[in-house]
């Protein structure tokens, strides 16, 4: 068996292409001559690594990347971000082939929310409407009716009537803080995400203390107390916009540290401190998902056009849906 074949029957168990590659390979040629050859198109997330995200056709927040994805016209999507993004691609292209470089690259949030749970749930509210957060697996939007990023959450919301009650699923640091915008009474689902929950209210306090002239800047999927001291909540691209507009010299940002990238690209002259976290020993504030993708994972996965990711059609089908009406809704 060849080092390939052998890669290859690994590949679920590895959930990447695990081949040697020469030391001397220049992986931005190889990408570039890779996607011209094959008409694939790069998606990648403001969490990815620096080097993906530089060469990367598009970079952008989980809306921007849904629209984009569902506009393509390149025949493969090679989807530098977690595993839900990628699924929402293939549910938008379902005849395409959407690669993942690193099939494990998954989600907390997603995870906080295992579809037989939540179907339970589900059952015992039978007049509630579904508003999920994309950070869910198909089977989720399956049993959802609208879905929703946090940059569109709230006209999401504003848009139902406000006499049917509605289960907002999975975060509940972003459902209380659409309660809050909104005014709406929902049923909360439990869930959450480790990378924002790591964030250490009592350091950030003590470094907006130090830095007067800083602004505490945050994504909603924190908890409510950093939530409350912000100065301004939004999503990656929300966070990125308001760092280039506002007048203030400094930021201490709250969410993923991947997003200072850009946000350096994008405001050379403002100062980007990120939010501390809880424990001092770990990169909490990385989201370990995001950081599975590498270089050599994404130029493997275009070469060999694996590892790709599978939606039963049937599930498909269901999970276009409520993707389809946010799409709709956020035109
Ligand atoms: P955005 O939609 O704001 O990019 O957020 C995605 C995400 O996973 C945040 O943790
Ligand atoms: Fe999921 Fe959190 Fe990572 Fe975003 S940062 S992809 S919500 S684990």
Redesign the pocket.
């Known amino acids: 068996m060849t080092t390939i074949e052998k890669a290859k029957e690994k590949i679920q168990e590895n959930g990447f292409l695990d081949i040697e590659v020469s030391e001397k390979i220049d992986y931005v040629e190889e990408i570039n001559k890779l996607r011209k050859e094959k008409n694939a198109v790069i998606l990648a997330?403001?969490?990815q690594e620096d080097a993906i995200q530089d060469i990367a056709d598009f970079v952008g927040?989980?809306?921007a990347l849904a629209q984009k994805a569902a506009k393509t016209n390149a025949d493969i999507i090679v989807f530098a971000g977690?595993h839900f993004m990628a699924e929402t691609a293939k549910i938008l292209n379902p005849t395409k082939k959407v690669l993942l470089p690193d099939l494990k690259a998954g989600?907390s949030?997603a995870d906080s929310c295992p579809p037989a749970d939540f179907a339970a749930f589900k059952k015992q509210h039978p007049n509630h409407l579904v508003v999920s957060y994309?950070?869910t697996s198909a089977e989720i939007k399956a049993l959802t009716d609208i879905v929703c990023?946090?940059?569109n959450a709230e006209k999401i919301i504003n848009s139902i009537p406000k006499d049917q009650p509605i289960i907002f699923a999975p975060d509940k640091n972003l459902g209380s803080w659409l309660i809050k915008k909104t005014g709406r009474d929902m049923l909360l689902w439990d869930g959450a995400?480790m990378?924002?929950e790591a964030f250490s209210i009592e350091k950030i306090l003590n470094l907006y203390a130090e830095n007067p002239d800083a602004e505490i800047i945050a994504?909603p999927?924190s908890q409510d107390h950093l939530l409350k001291v912000a100065k301004y909540v939004g999503?990656?691209?929300g966070l990125l916009n308001y760092v280039k507009n506002s007048d203030a010299p400094k930021f201490i940002v709250a969410?993923?540290v991947g997003i200072l990238h850009k946000m350096r690209q994008e405001s050379p002259d403002k100062i980007l401190i990120p939010a501390p976290v809880d424990d001092d020993n770990c990169n909490c504030s990385e989201?370990f998902y995001m950081k599975m993708n590498t270089m050599k994972k994404l130029y493997l996965c275009l070469k060999y056009e694996l590892p790709f990711v599978e939606v039963d059609a049937e599930l498909s089908k269901k999970a276009l849906i409520p993707i389809e009406r946010m799409l709709e809704l956020s035109k």
Do not use: Q
């Open positions: 997330h403001y969490y927040d989980s809306l977690v989600c949030l994309v950070n990023t946090s940059s995400c990378v924002h994504h999927e999503s990656t691209s969410t993923e989201c």
